[in-house]
Structure formats: structure tokens, C-alpha cells
């Protein structure tokens, strides 16, 4: 199949709450939606970058060049036989690999409606609904987080994770913990700590977490294998794990118990399917993560997340935990068991709502495929 027309939008929709991490703070989706139509049929996907390069080496505006300049054009100039042929299709640019997403998951989204199938059917999901949890930003105080915290749990979320940084670690985890001591419970540092905080760090085993994700740098293996050895709570990579090569190189090195997926990170749906594979046969559980997606994004998180290795609940949490409105007429609501209910229509079934999406739509940019 050749993609015969791909638009790009830069969008800014606001968040509930500002999100605050170790790292940095952003007030909204900063995302690029893609829209691609060939023989008739209309898909879209999601690259949902940062506005700042503070999570990964991407941001907005990065991403959005280098799908004008060099991904839209070797997209258009393969003749698709299946979405596996996305990834290897841009290969020659090198990372990136938020902006390469948006256009592998608007291809498999486009096959799946082609073929009739829904998303998460393609790519071999076996679950109809999956367990899903919040990811709590750092708050000012410790009595405003007890109260966000609860606020989510009457929700109906049964799984909190709290982002910490040093001077917000011990302490408000203790306190999450001594007011819920069976809720299930994890901290994500996104990269703040050094090796040397090793012995700092084992001061969260006694809170019986389900893990902590990424202390160490977000391009590092190395140390986390030898912090992993420091600490009892289970360590996860999000970061670190930037493709399939990467999990086995964290996997033989024994540098995690647990790997964060997020599709966005790794560049497509296909090499997170390959990294869920090679996790299994390792015997390692992975969970979904999330980058604050829109609904785009988010059906198609919840898809990827019905594959069987995904046993911890997900950051995909419902629409309005994120936004007040979103770009979506047909949002995911939370079930009473902490979960979401995974699409069982045509391709990842968001119904996007073209009036809003215009209306948060701050540049746009149309490509028509002219190669033969
Ligand atoms: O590290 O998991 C992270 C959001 C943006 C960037 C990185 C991360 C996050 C989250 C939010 O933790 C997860 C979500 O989408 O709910
Ligand atoms: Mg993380």
C-alpha cells in the first residue's frame, strides 16, 4: 500500500492540572496528531512529545522538522505490505523515535481498518479490558498530595504511582503508605539520582512498592544493574529501554526485574511488540506507560496494553483524568475495576472531533505522495 496523503498538526491542549516531574513541568499536550488516507480509508496516530527535550532528547518542534524533512518522504516512498515495513522504512534516521511513531501507529491503525480488525486484534491482544492506574505528579505538600491521592482512589483507581525527585522521596511515599497500607504503589524518578544514592534509595524497600522506574540516567543500563543489586523493591526501565537491542542489553545484564513499555519511546508499535516478546520469554513482566496522551494516542495504548506480558496496570489512565476536553467524541471511561475497556470496533476506535481538534490546532501541514 502507498500512503497517498499524511497532515500533520502541531496541537496544544491543556491538562487538568499542571504535571510536574524531577525533571520539568508542563501545563498541556504539546503532541503532533497525524491524519493518512490511502485507497479511501482515513487513519490517525499520535507522537506525543514534550514541548521541552526534557524526558527524552525530543521536543515539539524537533520532531515536527524531522517528520516534514526526512520521515513523511521515505514513508511515501515504500510500498507497504504490512505496518512492519513502517520501522525498517525510516531506519536511516537515526532516534528520533517519538516522531517516527506518530506515523507507525497511524499505519497499523490504517491496516487494521483496511483489513476490519480493530488495533489491539493485529497486534495480538488477548484481553478485552485492561488494569490501568494513576501517575501523580509532585505536589507542593505532602497534605495537598494525601488529598490528589485520594481524590484519584474515589475515582475508582486501585494503583498510584508518585513521581519523586531527591528532597520529595521518602517522605511522601511513607506518608501515601502509612494512610493506604494495601494500595498498590510505585515511584518513577525519571533519571534524577546517580549510583551513589543507592543506599538513599533503599530507604523506599520498607514501603513494599510495586517497583521504581528509571532512578539512574535516561541513557544508562550499566549502573542500574548495580543499583538493581542495592535495593529489594523491583526496579523498572522506562527511559533506558529505547528499543528491542536496548531490552536485551537490560535483560542479559540483569538491569531490571520489570520494563516500562510506551510505544512512542520506542519508536512503533512493532518493536514494543518485539520488546513484550523478549521480556516474556525472559520471564520479565512488562506494564504500559503513558506520555500523557490524547485520546488518539491513548486507544492506541490501550490496544498495545491487551497483550498477554502486560501484568501490571498501565499509566493509561480515562480521558478526564488528563483533560477537561479532549480531541476525541468518544472518550475511555474508568470501569469499576480499575480498568479500561479495550476497543473492539474498526482500527484503534478513537472518533476524533474534528471542530475541537481544529480549535487546539496551532500549525498544519498537508503532504501528497507525487512518487509513483
Ligand atoms: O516517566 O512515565 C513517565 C508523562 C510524561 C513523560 C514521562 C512520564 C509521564 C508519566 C505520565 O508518568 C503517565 C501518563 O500518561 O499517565
Ligand atoms: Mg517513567
Given at each position: 500500500?502507498?500512503?497517498?496523503?499524511?497532515?500533520?498538526?502541531?496541537?496544544?491542549?491543556?491538562?487538568?492540572?499542571?504535571?510536574?516531574?524531577?525533571?520539568?513541568?508542563?501545563?498541556?499536550?504539546?503532541?503532533?496528531?497525524?491524519?493518512?488516507?490511502?485507497?479511501?480509508?482515513?487513519?490517525?496516530?499520535?507522537?506525543?512529545?514534550?514541548?521541552?527535550?526534557?524526558?527524552?532528547?525530543?521536543?515539539?518542534?524537533?520532531?515536527?522538522?524531522?517528520?516534514?524533512?526526512?520521515?513523511?518522504?521515505?514513508?511515501?516512498?515504500?510500498?507497504?505490505?504490512?505496518?512492519?515495513?513502517?520501522?525498517?522504512?525510516?531506519?536511516?534516521?537515526?532516534?528520533?523515535?517519538?516522531?517516527?511513531?506518530?506515523?507507525?501507529?497511524?499505519?497499523?491503525?490504517?491496516?487494521?481498518?483496511?483489513?476490519?480488525?480493530?488495533?489491539?486484534?493485529?497486534?495480538?491482544?488477548?484481553?478485552?479490558?485492561?488494569?490501568?492506574?494513576?501517575?501523580?505528579?509532585?505536589?507542593?505538600?505532602?497534605?495537598t498530595l494525601l488529598a490528589v491521592v485520594e481524590a484519584y482512589l474515589a475515582d475508582?483507581?486501585?494503583?498510584?504511582?508518585?513521581?519523586?525527585?531527591?528532597?520529595?522521596?521518602?517522605?511522601?511515599?511513607?506518608?501515601?503508605?502509612?494512610?493506604?497500607?494495601?494500595?498498590?504503589?510505585?515511584?518513577?524518578?525519571?533519571?534524577?539520582?546517580?549510583?551513589?544514592?543507592?543506599?538513599?534509595?533503599?530507604?523506599?524497600?520498607?514501603?513494599?512498592?510495586?517497583?521504581?522506574?528509571?532512578?539512574?540516567?535516561?541513557?544508562?543500563?550499566f549502573d542500574h544493574a548495580k543499583l538493581k543489586r542495592m535495593l529489594k523493591t523491583?526496579?523498572?526501565?522506562?527511559?533506558?529501554?529505547?528499543?528491542?537491542?536496548?531490552?536485551?542489553?537490560?535483560?542479559?545484564?540483569?538491569?531490571?526485574?520489570?520494563?516500562?513499555?510506551?510505544?512512542?519511546?520506542?519508536?512503533?508499535?512493532?518493536?514494543?511488540?518485539?520488546i513484550h516478546d523478549a521480556a516474556q520469554a525472559a520471564g520479565m513482566p512488562v506494564?504500559?506507560?503513558?506520555?500523557?496522551?490524547?485520546?488518539?494516542?491513548?486507544?492506541?495504548?490501550?490496544?498495545?496494553?491487551?497483550?498477554?506480558?502486560?501484568?501490571?496496570?498501565?499509566?493509561?489512565?480515562?480521558?478526564?483524568?488528563?483533560?477537561?476536553?479532549?480531541?476525541?467524541?468518544?472518550?475511555?471511561?474508568?470501569?469499576?475495576?480499575?480498568?479500561?475497556?479495550?476497543?473492539?470496533?474498526?482500527?484503534?476506535?478513537?472518533?476524533?472531533?474534528?471542530?475541537?481538534?481544529?480549535?487546539?490546532?496551532?500549525?498544519?501541514?498537508?503532504?501528497?505522495?507525487?512518487?509513483?
Amino acid at each position: 500500500m502507498k500512503i497517498e496523503q499524511i497532515e500533520l498538526r502541531r496541537i496544544f491542549l491543556p491538562y487538568v492540572a499542571p504535571f510536574v516531574t524531577s525533571g520539568w513541568r508542563e501545563e498541556g499536550s504539546h503532541a503532533i496528531i497525524v491524519r493518512m488516507e490511502s485507497e479511501g480509508i482515513v487513519a490517525w496516530g499520535e507522537t506525543p512529545v514534550g514541548e521541552n527535550p526534557f524526558y527524552n532528547e525530543e521536543n515539539c518542534k524537533t520532531a515536527w522538522s524531522i517528520l516534514q524533512d526526512y520521515l513523511v518522504p521515505m514513508i511515501f516512498g515504500v510500498d507497504l505490505q504490512s505496518p512492519w515495513d513502517a520501522t525498517p522504512a525510516m531506519s536511516r534516521v537515526r532516534a528520533n523515535r517519538m516522531a517516527k511513531a506518530g506515523l507507525e501507529f497511524t499505519i497499523w491503525d490504517l491496516f487494521a481498518r483496511r483489513e476490519q480488525r480493530s488495533l489491539a486484534q493485529l497486534l495480538g491482544g488477548v484481553r478485552d479490558r485492561v488494569p490501568v492506574g494513576v501517575s501523580v505528579g509532585i505536589q507542593k505538600d505532602i497534605d495537598t498530595l494525601l488529598a490528589v491521592v485520594e481524590a484519584y482512589l474515589a475515582d475508582g483507581y486501585n494503583r498510584i504511582k508518585l513521581k519523586i525527585k531527591p528532597g520529595w522521596d521518602v517522605e511522601p511515599t511513607r506518608a501515601v503508605r502509612e494512610r493506604w497500607p494495601n494500595l498498590l504503589l510505585q515511584v518513577d524518578a525519571n533519571s534524577i539520582y546517580r549510583l551513589d544514592d543507592g543506599p538513599h534509595l533503599a530507604k523506599l524497600d520498607p514501603f513494599d512498592l510495586l517497583l521504581v522506574e528509571q532512578p539512574l540516567a535516561h541513557d544508562d543500563i550499566f549502573d542500574h544493574a548495580k543499583l538493581k543489586r542495592m535495593l529489594k523493591t523491583p526496579l523498572c526501565l522506562d527511559e533506558s529501554i529505547v528499543s528491542p537491542d536496548h531490552a536485551r542489553w537490560a535483560i542479559e545484564l540483569a538491569a531490571c526485574d520489570i520494563i516500562n513499555v510506551k510505544p512512542s519511546r520506542i519508536g512503533g508499535l512493532g518493536d514494543s511488540i518485539r520488546i513484550h516478546d523478549a521480556a516474556q520469554a525472559a520471564g520479565m513482566p512488562v506494564w504500559h506507560g503513558g506520555m500523557l496522551e490524547t485520546g488518539i494516542g491513548r486507544a492506541i495504548n490501550v490496544a498495545l496494553a491487551s497483550l498477554p506480558n502486560f501484568t501490571l496496570p498501565g499509566d493509561i489512565s480515562a480521558n478526564d483524568r488528563y483533560f477537561k476536553r479532549d480531541i476525541v467524541v468518544n472518550p475511555f471511561t474508568l470501569n469499576s475495576d480499575s480498568t479500561l475497556t479495550v476497543p473492539a470496533g474498526i482500527g484503534h476506535g478513537a472518533i476524533v472531533d474534528e471542530d475541537y481538534l481544529d480549535a487546539v490546532t496551532l500549525d498544519r501541514w498537508v503532504a501528497v505522495n507525487h512518487q509513483p
